[in-house]
């Protein structure tokens, strides 16, 4: 089970900061969809942190780590744009590493919206 947290309203240029708690140490991964499109690649992460991986309309611009002592991952999203809009799902990898395609992971949060207005 995953609890999600952090969406929200923000302007273009503010920050929004994602937290995803999963039951245990696993790899992760968040995908977005926006309205009338396709489910996005955002980011994953290995079960220890050292490998990060990042789309890349958010490389540069988002930051996913996870928490030291506990199963707490997070998305740390600068800098927003009009077209980051979308609602934000955490999903548990397999393995060691689950990458940017969505059936490497088996378990999905419900979603978090984000909107950021121009």
């Known amino acids: 089970q995953l609890v999600e947290s952090g969406g929200g309203l923000v302007q273009a240029g503010e920050s929004l900061r994602l937290s995803c708690t999963a039951s245990g140490r696993t790899p992760m991964g968040w995908f977005r969809r926006a309205p009338g499109k396709e489910r996005e690649f955002v980011a994953a992460?290995?079960?220890?942190?050292?490998?990060?991986l990042y789309g890349d309309d958010v490389k540069g611009r988002f930051t996913f780590s996870r928490a030291d002592g506990n199963d707490t991952v997070y998305l740390q999203m600068d800098m927003l744009r009009p077209e980051d809009t979308a609602v934000y799902y955490c999903?548990?990898?397999?393995?060691?590493?689950?990458?940017?395609?969505?059936?490497?992971?088996?378990?999905w949060g419900q979603g978090t919206q984000v909107t950021v207005s121009s």
């Open positions: 992460i290995d079960r220890t942190g050292s490998t990060i």
């Open positions: 999903a548990v990898g397999r393995g060691r590493f689950s990458g940017r395609f969505s059936e490497n992971y088996s378990v």
